[in-house]
Structures are given as structure tokens and as C-alpha cells.
């Protein structure tokens, strides 16, 4: 599927509701694209209505609201979506408009899709209304909608064995791009080579150079003070003086009148690294390579929405070779491996501190019971007297020992770095959360991945053991 776009409509300046509203839906359910109307399904609307029932919509909500708003008023919004030549029949388009339309609105706002088939590619326009079903509130466009549409066409798709977009950028790509055009010379670009051509014969002035130009086939016209040029093929004239600097008349007339140096554009070469294998070509290869029984099987076991999920989440972080997968996988394992052991060494501290702490305090405490038991020469009637001093005592000078404790720290001092290791914990264990969702998205992606690229293993498998059970 190519790239998707959400388009809000207003109503705009010297335009009625009706009419806005009316050009749109009469653009998009023109019979002459739409099979005579064959390919447009609504949804909570008559389709051939759509206009009118969008407008009092409208009007139900205002007198339910008391909301208005001017002519910056969001009245519908458009998506169009367009599918690889050859890929789809215009039915399953219109199936997965649909789909897309209900699934994005939740099913709470009416609308209408309209396949269009006059063109080499099939697109479908969906328009469904701004206000809810219920009449109490309006569709929201929200921040990162036009992410939001993508992923949601991108899932549909894996879902339904169709290619996506890989990697797209940002403000999105011409349909012409992603099917893969060359970049050709702009209009601009060609009149600047033209010009720089025409100046190489050294005309003695303006004039000559504008009848050089002429000469060559480029149309030559004049509006007001402003010099138009125009190449053969070219629909569209360009104003002289937007070809940028050095190409306006007046800084042509400086060049010709030896004021002014001409230097011609170079055209910037981009080294273009050598192509390689794409993770999510790859992926929607092996998905689309062959949907027999071995497919079928596969399918059941493995769960398409999934995979979806997964290709989505390869795209939006530029994870589209496998090497690169791996390599932040393993990294991400490490760092939460790393975190969790820092957490672990601070827990492990924290408890000797506690467990010292508690030592110190029993010691301190008993200190004058066990001195006079030890001047009672450790009397048996004493220790009878003092057991439980005496035994605490013991205890904290066999944990001093056991703990390789020489001198004793002060108890304020345990305190103290027991704060600071508890904060210390807390910060690393928020670091720890998040490291542990990234490792987690990484390994679910790779492990997916891997199972789908050992998918054609997995079927011959299952071949030969059909084959032994005849």
C-alpha cells in the first residue's frame, strides 16, 4: 500500500457547508472511476446521500452542543490510499477501505469509500463525517494522525498479504517515487542549462541572449517587468527570476555588461551507497512467496496480526536490515543484563547495611553487660542472669566477623549511604523498566523475523512428513 495521508475539510472562505461537503463526496463517487458507482460502499449513510445526512449531522450536533464554529470548521476528513499496480482486484480495495474506515473511527462516525480504478493504480478515498453517530462530539485530529493512519494501513495489509511502504520519510512520498521513477531534471534545472548553454556563445547583450534562448526552443514571454521562459513539454511557464541567483535579468543583464562573473550551477551528485537487502522486502517475499497448504498450516501456527505488529515496528525504527536487528538486540540484552546487575549489587549492599546497622545497635547496647560478664570471669550464674545480652553481643561480634569489619562505622554513616544507594536504585530501576521493554520489543521483533524467514524450512518439514505418513 502507498503511503496514506489524513486531509481535514473545511469549509473555507466563500464556500457554504453544501458546497464544500458536495465537492468532495461528487469528486470521489464519480461513476466514471468508481465502475458506475459499483465500487463505493457506505457505512451509517446512504452513499448517494452521504452529502446531506454529513451536513444535518452537523446540525444535530450544534443544536445538541451549542458548539459553532467559523469557516475554519473541520466539516470531514479524507484518507487516500493507494495500492501497487497489479497487486489487489478494485473489490478487495473497496473490502479493505473498509475495514481501514471502521477500524481508524471505531465505527463511531459515517462514511463512505469510493475505489477509484482510472488510474494504472487502484486508490481508494474515504471521507467520513466529523461528527460522532451520537451527535455529542467530533472526530479529533490528533497528533501523529498521519503515523497513526500508516501503521493502521500497513497492519491491514501484512494482514492481507499486500506490500507496504518500506522505511517511508517524512511528509511522505509521490505515488510515482515509490513505484520506483528515476529523478528527473526539474523544468528550472533544464532553463538553467539552457541559459548557461546560450551565455557559452558569448551574446553581446540581454537581447541576444533572450534570442539564443528563443533560438534553442525555449519560449521567450514578457509579463509587466518580468521575463518568462518556457521549455517544449513544459505545460507551466517559469519566471527568470526563479531560477535563483546568478539566473534573474538583472543579474544576466550585470554578467553581459562585464560587472558581474557568471558561475554556472553544478548540479550536486549524491553518492548513493550500493543497494541493500531490506529486512521488510525480504519479510513480505517469503509471506507472499507461496500461500499452498504449507502456507496454510504455517498461517494457523503463526499469527499474522503479529507479524504486522512486528514489520510496523522494524519500520518506525529504521530496523530494516537483519544484521542491525541483531546487533541491537544483543546490545539491548547486555545493557538490561548490566542494569539489572547494578540493582542486584545495590539490593545486596543495601541488606548488609540494614544487617550491620542492626548488629551495631545490639552491640552498643550490651557492650557494659558482656564487659561485666567477661570481669565475672564468665560466670555461668551471670550469663544466666544476662543471657539474652549476652547472646545478642556474641551474635554481632561473630557477624563483624564474618563480614571482615575492623572498626566499626558509625551508625549515621550506614544511614547515609544506605540513602544514597536507595536513590541511586530507584534511578537505575526507572532506566531498568525501560531497558527491559526495549530488550523485550527487540527480541519478540527478531524472534518473529526469524521465524518467517525459516519459514520455507519449516514447510518442507511438514512436506516430508506427509509424504512418510502415505
Known amino acids: 500500500m502507498a503511503t496514506t495521508r489524513i486531509m481535514p475539510l473545511h469549509v473555507g472562505k466563500g464556500r457554504t457547508e453544501s458546497r464544500a461537503i458536495s ?37 444535530q450536533y ?25 497487486e489487489i482486484t478494485p473489490e478487495e480495495a473497496n473490502r479493505l477501505g473498509v475495514e481501514f474506515a471502521k477500524r481508524f473511527t471505531k465505527g ?44 493502521l494501513s500497513d497492519t491491514i495489509c501484512i494482514e492481507n498479504g499486500l506490500s507496504i511502504v518500506e522505511n517511508p520519510k517524512p511528509h511522505g512520498k509521490s505515488y510515482n517515487k515509490w513505484l520506483g521513477d528515476q529523478a528527473k531534471p526539474s523544468h528550472r534545472e533544464l532553463l538553467r542549462v539552457a541559459i548557461d548553454n546560450a551565455l557559452s556563445q558569448s551574446p553581446a547583450d540581454f537581447e541576444a541572449l533572450l534570442k539564443l534562448l528563443q533560438e534553442s526552443g525555449c519560449e521567450v514571454s514578457k ?14 511557464a517559469a519566471r527568470m527570476d526563479s531560477l535563483g541567483e546568478g539566473y534573474g535579468s538583472e543579474d544576466l543583464q550585470a554578467v553581459l555588461s562585464g560587472k558581474k562573473a557568471h558561475t554556472p550551477r553544478k548540479k550536486v551528485v549524491v553518492q548513493v551507497e550500493p543497494p541493500k537487502v531490506n529486512l521488510l522486502v525480504d519479510i ?50 547486555a545493557h538490561h543484563n548490566e542494569l539489572s546487575a547494578q540493582i542486584k549489587a545495590a539490593e545486596k549492599r543495601m541488606a548488609e547495611i540494614a544487617v550491620l546497622r542492626t548488629h551495631i545497635v545490639n552491640y552498643a547496647k550490651t557492650r557494659e553487660v558482656y564487659v561485666a560478664y567477661r570481669k565475672a570471669g564468665y560466670s555461668k ?24 569489619v575492623k572498626k566499626l562505622p558509625k551508625v549515621k ?45 519449516e514447510q518442507d518439514v511438514e512436506k516430508e512428513k506427509d509424504h512418510g505418513q502415505r
Not at 445538541?64 to 479524507?78: F, K
Not at 469509500?113 to 451527535?135: A, F, G, M, Q
Not at 522494524?314 to 541483531?326: R, T
Not at 537505575?428 to 524467514?453: C, F, H, I
Open 23 to 59: 465537492d468532495i463526496i461528487d469528486y470521489v463517487a464519480n461513476p466514471k472511476k468508481t465502475d458506475n458507482g459499483r465500487l463505493i460502499t457506505g457505512y451509517a449513510c446512504d452513499s448517494r446521500t452521504a452529502d446531506a445526512e454529513f451536513l444535518l449531522a452537523k446540525r
Open 62 to 86: 450544534i443544536a445538541t452542543t451549542g458548539r459553532v464554529r467559523g469557516a475554519d470548521d473541520v466539516i470531514a476528513y479524507h484518507v487516500r490510499q493507494s495500492f501497487r499496480p497489479g
Open 108 to 151: 463511531n462516525h459515517a462514511f463512505v469509500v469510493c475505489t477509484h480504478i482510472d488510474k494504472s493504480h487502484i486508490h481508494n478515498h474515504i471521507i467520513w463525517s466529523s461528527v460522532s453517530l451520537e451527535y455529542d462530539r467530533k472526530f479529533r485530529n490528533f497528533w501523529g494522525s498521519t503515523k497513526a493512519v500508516r501503521r
Open 223 to 236: 509579463r509587466g517587468k518580468s521575463y518568462r521562459l518556457k521549455l517544449p513539454g513544459w505545460e507551466k
Open 284 to 333: 513480505q517475499a517469503k509471506l507472499q512467496a507461496g500461500k499452498g497448504a504449507g502456507y496454510a498450516r504455517w498461517a494457523k501456527v503463526f499469527n499474522l496480526k503479529q507479524m504486522a505488529q512486528t514489520m510496523n515496528y522494524l519500520s518506525e525504527n529504521n530496523l530494516l536490515e537483519y544484521a542491525v536487528l541483531e546487533e541491537k538486540a544483543a546490545a539491548a540484552t
Open 381 to 404: 550464674k551471670f550469663r544466666e542472669e544476662h543471657e539474652e545480652e549476652i547472646l545478642l553481643h556474641q551474635a554481632a561480634k561473630n557477624a563483624f566477623d564474618e563480614m571482615g
Open 413 to 457: 554513616e550506614l544511614q547515609t549511604e544506605y540513602a544514597k544507594l536507595l536513590e541511586e536504585k530507584k534511578k537505575t530501576y526507572a532506566e531498568y523498566r525501560r531497558s527491559r521493554e526495549e530488550m523485550r520489543e527487540l527480541l519478540t521483533a527478531k524472534a518473529n523475523v526469524d521465524r518467517v524467514l525459516k519459514m520455507e524450512v
